[in-house]
């Protein structure tokens, strides 16, 4: 799967569990809140998540089908593949979003 699902599918899954307690009457531990639930169990399922994504695009590039290679070509902020290679800039997180007027 793409890096940029991964978030939410681990937000799927922490919604899914939290249904299923609910579904079958079990109480939340310690009394916890659903919403705390949801937002520790979101960032703890993204560990073995992402070990079963490496494992997952790995396994996908033997098979000739590389996603990080059309990454490369997807058009930003869309889902569109470009048939030419999209341009590259080594820019940081920081970079791109703090320096506004090139100073």
Do not use: C
Request: no cysteine; proline share 7%; aromatic share 12%.
């Amino acid at each position: 799967m793409r890096w940029k699902l991964l978030p939410g599918v681990s937000a799927l899954i922490s919604v899914l569990v939290l249904i299923l307690l609910n579904l079958f009457h079990l109480r939340i531990p310690f009394g916890l809140s659903p919403f705390l639930i949801f937002w520790v169990l979101g960032p703890l399922l993204m560990i073995p998540l992402t070990a079963l994504n490496r494992k997952l695009l790995a396994w996908r590039k033997q098979r000739g089908r590389d996603i990080e290679e059309e990454e490369r070509y997807e058009i930003d902020g869309t889902d569109f593949i470009s048939l030419q290679r999209q341009p590259s800039v080594p820019t940081t997180r920081e970079q791109k979003y703090t320096n506004y007027f090139g100073f």
